[in-house]
């Protein structure tokens, strides 16, 4: 079996190109490296089941050969990055998920959509299932992110209602682990950066926003099954551990022998209030939930970035 991963080199791109060849795929990575780093699939590349090619997804594709899965993980997916992209983003997300499309289409092949729980916006619900249509404002500076998702939600279904392309679509909530950057403007690396950095940590607005943050495996795990089943709507994949943005901030800060303070700053336009996955469905059609708890998987991802950190 032969896959295509668009975002190979990405965070989630890459831990998916993990899996993948560890179950006996053979992985094609294409990507642009906007985000993503080479080092990210360092380790596969001796791997004569991995292969990567810089591409621009949202040119026209071409891949020789059979492919059986199409899996399009290529975009910016920090606020910060997408405020810096937002035309490479809307981009990606509409023309690149066409063409991911048309390569699954032309093949054959499956094709599966990492989608997004800003696609719920700033929700009016919590916590946030499947059938909610979500609370996004389409001009504001999260909207070339937010729109450009739910056109890639829209085409997937085009695509599958019209032609038949056997499709799957995850709504990805906050993820964290190795591999994110520490530079990439999220709250995670941001925090550990100014930690390691001896920098008081950032809270932005009163700090009682929330977010459920799964860890990376767990996430992986969950896009695997959904994968593997038939389930051709959204699923969210998350974990519902929820925790304001102060918690969360106090939590990593203990994890330094001198806890840094914490600093306030302005809340970002549209950010939203509150974000929780109801992973009710996935429970239940997947058998999923996530496994790693907040400490367990804050220890994993302090172990990396620490290392990371050490090497500049
Ligand atoms: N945030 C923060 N300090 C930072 C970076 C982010 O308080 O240095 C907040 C941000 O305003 C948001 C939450 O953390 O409420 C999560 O932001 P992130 O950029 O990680 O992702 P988002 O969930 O907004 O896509």
Redesign the pocket.
């Known amino acids: 079996m032969r896959a295509v991963v668009t975002g190979g080199a990405g965070f989630l791109g890459s831990h998916l190109c993990d899996r993948l060849t560890a179950e006996g795929w053979d992985v094609l990575a294409l990507d642009n490296l906007v985000t993503g780093v080479d080092s990210n699939v360092s380790h596969l590349m001796k791997n004569p089941k991995f292969r990567i090619l810089r591409a621009d997804v949202s040119n026209y594709m071409d891949v020789p050969g059979p492919v059986d899965y199409v899996l399009h993980f290529a975009s910016p997916a920090?606020?910060v990055d997408y405020l810096k992209m937002p035309i490479p983003t809307l981009k990606v997300g509409a023309l690149g998920t066409h063409n991911a499309l048309g390569l699954a289409r032309a093949k054959n092949a499956k094709f599966f959509l990492a989608s997004t729980s800003e696609c719920y916006g700033d929700p009016e619900v919590s916590p946030q299932n499947e059938e909610y249509w979500g609370h996004v404002n389409p001009i504001g500076p999260r909207g070339v992110y937010d729109e450009a998702k739910r056109f890639a939600e829209a085409m997937t279904m085009a695509y599958h209602r019209y032609h038949n392309v056997d499709t799957r679509i995850v709504r990805i909530f906050?993820t964290y682990g190795p591999r994110m950057r520490l530079n990439d403007?999220?709250?995670?690396p941001?925090?550990v950066f100014q930690a390691l950095s001896g920098m008081p940590l950032?809270?932005?607005?009163d700090?009682k926003?929330t977010?459920s943050f799964c860890y990376v495996l767990d996430l992986i795990e969950g896009i695997y099954r959904l994968m593997m089943s038939d389930e051709h709507l959204p699923t969210n994949i998350g974990n519902p551990q929820e925790i304001t943005?102060l918690d969360f901030a106090e939590r990593i800060r203990k994890h330094f022998d001198n806890p840094p303070p914490i600093v306030f700053k302005p809340?970002?336009q549209d950010?939203?209030k509150r974000?929780c996955p109801d992973i009710t469905k996935a429970k239940r059609i997947l058998k999923w939930e996530p496994k790693v708890g907040l400490e367990e998987g804050l220890k994993l991802t302090l172990d990396y970035f620490r290392k990371t950190f050490s090497k500049k």
């Open positions: 920090s606020p906050n403007g999220r709250a995670l941001n925090f950032t809270v932005y607005g700090g926003q977010r943005l809340l970002p950010d939203p974000r």
